[in-house]
């Protein structure tokens, strides 16, 4: 713990770096350095308790090929350092490979934070700016040992920006489709590793996965810090064994992203059904009803997961909604 302590420490600098580099390079660093600070300890924290999960075979492995997907500015990037420092004492060298389409993202990450190195191990940082559908697609041989996600941009909210057109939320659609694919590059005995925003977002990863064909009974989560606030940064996260037990599976990876992409698309059906409901009780019922009846529109958003099981839950809460009349 101490180790970590002495990491915080040395962050303390932060917010003087933030205002330098303001200066120089505008917002989209200010935000990058103010996040990258913010998350900090509790990533660090997390991380530790994700990486202790791994099996002995990866934690005492000499050598890791770790895939970032959606790296952003990978602002957890000292956090994994440390964390792995901690929990593989035998690592000789780490490979980590970024997928990243933002490519001014990517050059903050070069540019500030790739600086960081271990007086354990070596580093060696590769960069692709593929969309992680393209590249998971595209990189059929198994290399990684590790797939981490770092705020996998895999919230309900997008789905429904995307929906209505708006471009900048169509890649977080497309992120959503492509974790099947995710088995295309990952060694039979790697594992998935994911710090996330809230429960919400780590729940979602966690039924995305399961759906892509992991099993459930394997996914581990870590709850998230008590002294964080709902939604803090990387508040959650999970860590499970990649290789589904069905290898049958890797073959209709294409079957599974059409599923999920049908599931969110019948979400936005529930949504826009759930909210005519709510208007139609605009003129026949009053408030109390009226609240309960925006709760279930609510839960259509919180409970929204890809298969039977959400069809079946959509279906419920409108039925729950309609027996309000
Ligand atoms: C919420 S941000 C998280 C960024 C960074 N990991 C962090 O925590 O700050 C999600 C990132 O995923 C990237 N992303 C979204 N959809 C993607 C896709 N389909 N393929 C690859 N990256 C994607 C976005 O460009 C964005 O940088």
Not at 162 to 185: D, F, M, T
Not at 277 to 297: D, E, K, L, N, T
Request: glycine residues 6%.
């Amino acid at each position: 713990m101490k180790h970590f302590q002495s990491d915080f420490q040395a962050w303390g600098h932060a917010p003087r770096l933030i205002k330098a580099f303001s200066d120089e390079q505008g917002p989209v660093l200010e935000r990058a350095f103010r996040y990258h600070h913010k998350t900090k300890v509790p990533a660090i924290v997390l991380l530790a308790k994700l990486f202790s999960k791994l099996p002995e075979g990866l934690r005492g492995a000499s050598q890791l090929s770790i895939l970032v997907i959606g790296a952003g500015s990978f602002p957890s990037y000292r956090a994994v350092l440390a964390a792995l420092m901690h929990e593989c004492p035998k690592l000789k060298s780490v490979e980590f490979v970024l997928v990243e389409p933002v490519e001014v993202l990517t050059q903050i990450f070069l540019k500030h934070f790739s600086k960081f190195k271990s007086s354990q191990f070596s580093i060696n940082i590769k960069i692709d700016y593929r969309e992680a559908q393209v590249f998971l697609q595209q990189e059929k041989q198994a290399q990684f040992d590790i797939v981490y996600f770092e705020h996998p941009e895999v919230m309900v909210l997008p789905i429904l920006l995307a929906k209505i057109g708006w471009q900048r939320y169509q890649i977080c659609r497309a992120l959503r489709e492509s974790l099947p694919a995710v088995l295309n590059v990952i060694k039979p005995t790697g594992w998935i590793v994911a710090s996330c925003m809230s429960k919400h977002e780590m729940k979602q990863l966690q039924s995305l996965l399961y759906f892509s064909g992991h099993p459930r009974a394997s996914l581990f989560s870590v709850s998230r810090l008590r002294h964080f606030l709902y939604g803090g940064p990387f508040t959650s996260g999970l860590c499970c064994p990649a290789r589904p037990l069905d290898l049958s599976l890797e073959q209709n990876y294409q079957e599974r992203a059409l599923g999920i992409k049908k599931s969110d698309h019948h979400l936005c059906y529930a949504i826009m059904l759930s909210f005519i409901f709510y208007i139609i009780f605009c003129f026949h019922v009053g408030p109390g009803v009226r609240a309960i009846s925006v709760f279930f529109m609510l839960a259509q958003l919180y409970l929204h997961c890809p298969g039977k099981k959400g069809t079946i839950i959509k279906i419920g809460l409108l039925l729950c909604q309609v027996a309000l009349v």
